[in-house]
Nanobody, 115 residues
Framework: QVQVVESGGGLVQAGGSLRLSCAAS????????MGWYRQGPGKQRELVAT???????NYADSVKGRFTISVDKAKNTVYLQMNSLKPEDTAVYYC?????????WGQGTQVTVSS
């Protein structure tokens, strides 16, 4: 089993920045990828950013150039640096860890961007 715990959400004004953290613990060997999804009010959950164990990254078009995903392998932690935030970035952000074709999810952290 893998435990996933997010932190770092909050309320920020448009144009501001936040950094989300996601720590994985437990049976963390053979992790293939880590990343972030989000679900805004009345919307489906959507991919935000992912990174693989070989360093490949992928971003949603809506966040390219504003968000950066990074990993501290020593801490088994993935980060999402979010800059130039917009009200449409308001959502619950979920971290996931993919291990051997199974995804483990965190509980989610709320990000609210005020206009």
């Amino acid at each position: 089993q893998v435990q996933v715990v997010e932190s770092g959400g909050g309320l920020v004004q448009a144009g501001g920045s936040l950094r989300l953290s996601c720590a994985a613990s437990g049976s963390i060997f053979s992790i293939n990828a880590m990343g972030w999804y989000r679900q805004g009010p009345g919307k489906q959950r959507e991919l935000v950013a992912t990174t693989t164990n070989v360093g490949n990254t992928n971003y949603a078009d809506s966040v390219k150039g504003r968000f950066t995903i990074s990993v501290d392998k020593a801490k088994n932690t993935v980060y999402l640096q979010m800059n130039s935030l917009k009200p449409e970035d308001t959502a619950v952000y979920y971290c996931y860890v993919r291990k051997l074709l199974r995804d483990y999810w965190g509980q989610g952290t709320q990000v609210t961007v005020s206009s």
